[in-house]
């Protein structure tokens, strides 16, 4: 790779060291301090005149503090003259706040994306985003990744007979429907109903899960309510059992006392594209340091990043046998 710089908020360091090992590139520098008056600042320290710059931050809790940190370095890389300043978000946390529900309400995901461009961002990376129009949100390039790839691989050579995958939701019907093509597995759904941010009620499962073992699949497991609604409707339908799977694991609130101890639950499966939990110990933890690695290369060196999901993405999906539909 040629002129290429990585820096890292204070979201999740370990990540971008991680990627910067994968790259075999070092990790530069950067300081975040704060005024008196509590106002933050960012420096970058390192020399990005002509660079192609990658900074390195999810938004992750607290949420604000990290997304000022973010539209500081990107504001500071580009004042440093860079040639080029990605953002590398692997969870865009704003996506949750993509259309108008309620009556005189924001649009957070919009209004985030326009910060970014106009603090001076190149181009955004970024994975699993909560809906599809979210992408469009944004005023420059956008590579959306995924993680259903990594996921799968957590089974192979596994023997996954009498086993399905469920979606808690119809709208990741899609994403769960990918998933099992990847596994070879039949696929379910949740009538899931959003009563609040921390409320859902799930009256019904689409499809057969008698006598399986379920593959539960989510984009995003913040305080596991809606996962733990499903456990009971999946126990009511004759389902034996589940493993959970999702691309972010905030695991908020109550969520590691939730499902670390839920007796349905046989394990919990995420990625590092947030901090995993440091006191659950039996979480698996898939990571996605050379994924996202070997899209920077691919930006860098202006060569295709969707060829990186042949297989994954549907653009490139077989269609579906008979027996893997609702």
Not at 294 to 323: H, Q, T, W
Request: charged share 20%; glycine share 6%.
């Amino acid at each position: 790779m040629k002129d290429v710089v990585v820096f890292s908020g204070s979201a999740h360091k370990d990540l971008a060291r991680e990627i910067c090992e994968y790259l075999d590139i070092e990790l530069s520098h950067a300081r975040i301090s704060r005024f008196s008056n509590d106002c933050l600042q960012a420096q970058l320290l390192a020399n990005c005149r002509k660079k192609d710059v990658y900074i390195i931050q999810p938004l992750v809790p607290p949420t604000q503090e990290h997304l000022v940190e973010l539209l500081m370095m990107i504001d500071a890389a580009r004042g440093a003259s860079a040639q080029q300043i990605t953002a590398v978000m692997p969870h865009y946390a704003y996506a949750r706040s993509d259309k108008k529900d309620h009556s005189r309400i924001s649009l957070g995901g919009r209004l985030v994306a326009d910060l970014l461009v106009t603090a001076g961002v190149s181009r955004v990376l970024t994975m699993a985003l909560h809906a599809p129009q979210v992408h469009g949100f944004f005023n420059c390039p956008v590579d959306h990744l995924t993680a259903i790839g990594e996921l799968a691989n957590h089974y192979r050579g596994r023997d996954l007979t009498d086993h399905i995958v469920v979606s808690p939701d119809l709208g990741n019907a899609k994403t769960a429907t990918q998933f099992s093509r990847l596994l070879n597995l039949p696929v379910a759904a949740g009538s899931k109903q959003r009563l609040a941010d921390d409320k859902v009620v799930i009256d019904s499962i689409v499809g057969d899960v008698s006598g399986k073992h379920a593959i539960v699949l989510d984009d995003e497991i913040a305080t596991g309510g809606s996962i733990v609604e499903l456990l009971e409707r999946l126990e009511d339908f004759g389902a034996t059992g589940a493993s959970i799977n999702c691309t972010h694991g905030l695991f908020t609130g109550k969520a590691v006392e939730r499902l670390s101890n839920h007796p349905f639950v046989t394990e919990v499966v995420t990625t590092n594209t947030v901090p995993p939990p440091q006191d659950w110990p039996d979480l698996r933890v898939r990571s996605i340091a050379p994924l996202i690695g070997d899209a920077i290369c691919r930006i860098n060196e202006g060569r295709s990043v969707s060829k990186l999901f042949k297989g994954v993405d549907p653009a490139y999906a077989p269609p579906p046998a008979p027996d893997q539909l609702f």
